[in-house]
Structures are given as structure tokens and as C-alpha cells.
């Protein structure tokens, strides 16, 4: 199983302030994902990038929210000024093209305070 | 509605015995995912399935198409098997974004 890491593990930010995600895969796949849950609620899709520009997003995924693949490795997610309600689990998966299954990071717990 | 429903919400079973949970939906789809979160919060990848059967020792996942749902088996289930398991859907058409149940959370007594 492809290997995906996370950093941080966990953010504590200011309400207002700028946070980066970020998603690096071990392995060389091209499909990338971000998907977020909020405590005690269900996994829900953000945004998915491929070949370097984004593919499809959510309703939740609007103007405060960008995706990148800055040096070809990392896949950042980034919140521009952050809200109350953007507390949760970020998750990052990637897929390769030869198959559907989605593979997960261990996530980035965001708190904004 | 929901597109994606699972049941039980939460199952409470006793070491060694049989575990199924279920995943209706009500779209068409072209795979479904059931993943594992554990307690720290981390997803892993259990299955990925369009048709038929598959098995990864004590866990089975079916699914049946023409009636949009699928079953998550556990045997000879073990206290390390508590967890929240997802199944997760990826609609028929364009797009491969995920769509997710709200889980079933299992807990394994010895």
C-alpha cells in the first residue's frame, strides 16, 4: 500500500490566520485529494488535483481555500484566513490512474481558536 | 436524504463473533470503498469493490449492484477490530471524489 505522510500532525491557529497543510506521497501517484471531517460528523470531499490544476472541488472548497503541488513532491493545502467552523481532520489521499482506490494520509488536526 | 447510509450506527459485539455492517446507496456508482478510522482519527483502505466478493482474511466485503448495497463482514471478530468503519462511494460519471457514510462504530468486547 502506497505510503502518504502529513505535517503537522496538529495545528493550533488564530482565528484570521493563514495555515498550510501539507501531503507528501512516498510514491510517484498523480491523483490528490483533500477531504475533511469534522468532529463528530461524516469524511466530506474538498478537492481533488490532477496533472497540476484542480480537477473538481466542493461546495465547501471556496475562495479561502487553495491547493498546490509547489516542488512537484508536496501537495499543500492552504486556508487563507481561518475560521471557527474550519476546525477538523484534514485528510490527503492519492490514487494512481491504473485504479479507483484512494489511499490515506494519517490526517492533520486543525484547531482555530 | 443521504446518498450513502450505513447501519448499524454502532454495534457492540462480543470477542469471536460474527460482525456485519451495511452500506446502502441510492445512486449509480462505479466502486465502493470500505475504510477503517481508528480511535487517533487515521483512515486505512480496506476494500475497493464494484462487483461481486472479495476477502482479506477475517474481513469479506460483498456487493450486490442491481440492489446498491454492500455488506462488510468481520469473523471471529477480536477486540483490536473496534474501530469506525466508513464505506465510502464513488459516483457513477466524471469526477473519482469520494462520498462517504457516516460510519459504524464498532466496539469488540473480550
Known amino acids: 500500500e502506497p505510503e502518504v505522510t502529513q505535517t503537522p500532525s496538529h495545528q493550533v491557529t488564530q482565528m484570521g490566520q493563514e495555515v498550510i497543510l501539507r501531503c507528501v506521497p512516498i510514491?510517484?501517484?498523480?491523483?490528490f485529494y483533500w477531504y475533511r471531517q469534522i468532529l463528530g460528523q461524516k469524511v466530506e470531499f474538498l478537492v481533488s488535483?490532477?496533472?497540476?490544476?484542480?480537477?473538481?472541488k466542493s461546495e465547501i472548497f471556496d475562495d479561502q481555500f487553495s491547493v498546490e503541488r509547489p516542488d512537484g513532491s508536496n501537495f499543500t493545502l492552504k486556508i487563507r484566513s481561518t475560521k471557527l467552523e474550519d476546525s477538523a481532520m484534514y485528510f490527503c489521499?492519492?490514487?494512481?490512474?491504473?485504479?479507483?482506490?484512494?489511499?490515506f494520509g494519517p490526517g492533520t488536526r486543525l484547531t482555530v481558536t | 436524504k443521504n446518498e450513502v447510509e450505513q447501519s448499524p450506527q454502532n454495534l457492540t459485539a462480543q470477542e469471536g463473533e460474527f460482525i456485519t455492517i451495511n452500506c446502502s446507496y441510492s445512486v449509480g456508482i462505479s466502486a465502493l470503498h470500505w475504510l477503517q478510522q481508528h480511535p487517533g482519527g487515521g483512515i486505512v483502505s480496506l476494500f475497493m469493490l464494484s462487483s461481486g466478493k472479495k476477502k482479506h482474511g477475517r474481513l469479506i466485503a460483498t456487493i450486490n449492484i442491481q440492489e446498491k448495497h454492500s455488506s462488510l463482514h468481520i469473523t471471529a471478530s477480536h477486540p483490536r477490530d473496534s474501530a469506525v468503519y466508513i464505506c465510502?462511494?464513488?459516483?457513477?460519471?466524471?469526477?473519482?471524489?469520494?462520498?462517504f457514510g457516516e460510519g459504524t462504530q464498532l466496539t469488540v468486547n473480550p
Open positions: 510514491s510517484n501517484h498523480l491523483y
Open positions: 488535483f490532477y496533472n497540476n490544476e484542480i480537477s473538481e
Open positions: 465510502a462511494v464513488k459516483l457513477g460519471g466524471s469526477g473519482s471524489r469520494l462520498t
Open positions: 489521499a492519492i490514487r494512481t490512474s491504473e485504479s479507483y482506490e484512494q489511499y
